[in-house]
């Protein structure tokens, strides 16, 4: 597939927070249309101010997915320590699912912590439901770290991964 990762446009921000919003309620990973979270998942362009907010995009120019890269001093990483960079609300639309889309995503996130000075690994926060982004995750090498995992909201458990970075994968 061509596909194309780079930082999102001002342009792109309002359909990227609806294929977030989209993917998150379609996987039945909120509690519906009223939940809270949905504003910040929309909140792309404040994500962009204050952190990295890539796009994958297809040949035509059409937004497929994204996610946040968070490096070291954004106020957009959950768990990441001094050392660490973090990534959240990777999402893909529908028809770029099963195409590739969110691995190079996660790729593009590798390869920004990989070159930036100081950072010795990535981390994530994942529902446990997240199935095929798990799959993602495990190929390019990132470990489990369940002493981290935690409640951002009472009852709501995120698994935790981690990336070392060492040599590319």
Do not use: N
Not at 64 to 69: A, F
Not at 100 to 119: F, H, I, M, Q
Not at 134 to 153: A, C, K, M, Q, S
Request: glycine share 10%.
């Amino acid at each position: 597939m061509d596909l194309t990762i780079r930082a999102a446009e001002p342009g792109e921000y309002a359909v990227l927070g609806e294929i977030i919003a989209e993917a998150y309620l379609g996987e039945s990973l909120l509690d519906g249309p009223q939940d809270p979270y949905l504003l910040k998942l929309r909140a792309v362009g404040q994500r962009a101010a204050e952190a990295e907010v890539l796009v994958a995009l297809d040949a035509y120019g059409a937004v497929l997915g994204g996610v946040t890269y968070a490096a070291p001093g954004t106020p957009w990483r959950d768990i990441a320590g001094p050392d660490e960079a973090e990534f959240r609300m990777l999402a893909v639309a529908r028809e770029g699912r099963g195409r590739g889309v969110g691995e190079a995503l996660v790729r593009a996130c590798v390869e920004r912590a990989r070159s930036a000075d100081g950072v010795r690994a990535l981390v994530l926060s994942t529902q446990p439901a997240m199935l095929a982004a798990h799959r993602i995750y495990r190929r390019l090498g990132f470990l489990r770290t369940p002493e981290r995992d935690w409640e951002p909201v009472p009852g709501l458990r995120l698994m935790t991964f981690r990336l070392e970075l060492g040599a590319p994968s």
